[in-house]
């Protein structure tokens, strides 16, 4: 997949189809643009792709509150590409772009920059300074520049919208089978090893430790979780996320026991993807009594990563 960073644009890159959105988290409403996307590149025998924007819009206009992203830039990239895109715009949200009226941004970007041959947008998509930009306005603009406009109408199951939203609702209560549900895929954090106390260890249990990025809001518990040491291995554990009030109510980690694992894990990039989840996090009156907790949560553990499915159905 080509991916084009900024306003320079290669040949490549221009004349696709192009679906347009945040796409946090490639759920499955996001998954429908895309493929329409993909469909009508087909058609017209052109690229297929899409524009996303980095940072988040949300980050941007307020930057001192935390947004939980659910997929970072990186592992956004990856997913966009399993779907199978030739294309990815990335574009930088800056106040130079913010300032964009929605006229500017059809014409300089879509057309002078992008030449697009067709923009997929969903029904709630909104664009250009002051979002003056409606899914009509981007209708009425294509019909001015003769490039093609789809806009994509709510996907919903029994009654549920698929929303970003609706996905961080599901894992702050730490529903991560529901969100899994939503996303199509496990939801999953990444990132290097980092050393910890070793408390684990002494009990019995040593974690490979990670910090999770700003806004993260995964309800604090106990999950059964499938690891990816970047080997090729699917290597199953039990994820803890919390302030480990038992000793010091610290800053929030995520502590994986890979099940059935000996080595060391430390600075080498893991991702983790959640499963299901045990139980909430609280707080234990001696290292004894956690002890016998972690011992249970373990065998839960092992009894939900042997009825899950590779991925969710």
Same mark, same amino acid.
């Not at 040491?229 to 994986?256: K, N, S, W």
């Not at 600075?267 to 499963?275: N, S, T």
């Not at 045990?278 to 009594?289: A, I, M």
């Given at each position: 997949?080509? =991916? ?20 946090? #988290? ?16 087909? @058609?017209?025998?052109?690229?297929? #792709? ?18 939980? =992203? ?8 990856? @997913? ?43 029904? $709630? ?26 806009? =994509? ?14 996905? @961080? ?10 969100? &899994? ?9 990444? #990132?290097?090893?980092?050393?910890? &106390?070793?408390? #684990? ?24 979780? @499938?690891? $990816? ?51 909430? $996090? ?16 373990? &065998? ?14």
């Amino acid at each position: 997949m080509l =991916i084009v960073k900024g306003h320079d644009v290669p040949a490549a890159g221009k004349g696709a189809s192009l679906a347009i959105g945040n796409f946090d #988290g490639v759920h499955r409403g996001h998954q429908a643009l895309i493929t329409q996307a993909i469909s009508e590149a087909r @058609r017209l025998g052109a690229p297929a #792709g899409v524009m996303v924007f980095e940072p988040h819009p949300r980050e941007f206009f307020q930057p001192r509150e935390p947004h939980f =992203i659910l997929t970072p830039l990186p592992m956004k990239l990856a @997913r966009l590409e399993a779907l199978g895109l030739d294309l990815a715009v990335v574009m930088t949200f800056d106040a130079g772009f913010a300032g964009l009226t929605a006229t500017e941004f059809v014409s300089r970007v879509l057309v002078g920059e992008l030449a697009v041959r067709h923009v997929v947008v969903g029904y $709630d998509f909104f664009f250009g300074k002051a979002r003056q930009g409606t899914p009509e306005t981007m209708r009425d603009a294509g019909r001015r520049h003769g490039f093609g406009v789809g806009v =994509i109408a709510p996907v919903a199951e029994d009654g549920e919208v698929f929303s970003s939203t609706a996905v @961080r609702l599901k894992l702050a209560q730490g529903d991560v089978t529901g969100a &899994a549900h939503d996303l199509g895929d496990w939801w999953r954090v990444e #990132g290097p090893v980092i050393g910890g &106390a070793r408390r #684990g260890t002494g009990l019995g249990y040593p974690t490979a430790n990670l910090r999770l990025p700003p806004g993260t809001a995964l309800a604090h518990g106990i999950y059964a979780v @499938r690891v $990816d040491a970047g080997d090729g291995v699917d290597r199953l554990g039990a994820a803890y996320i919390g302030t480990r009030p038992t000793f010091d109510h610290g800053a929030v980690l995520l502590e994986v026991f890979l099940l059935d694992f000996s080595g060391d894990l430390y600075g080498r990039e893991i991702e983790v993807a959640f499963v299901g989840f045990v139980r909430g $996090d609280r707080k234990f009156h001696s290292e004894t009594e956690l002890k016998r907790q972690m011992d249970e949560d373990v &065998a839960v553990v092992r009894r939900l990563l042997a009825a899950a499915p590779e991925r969710p159905v």
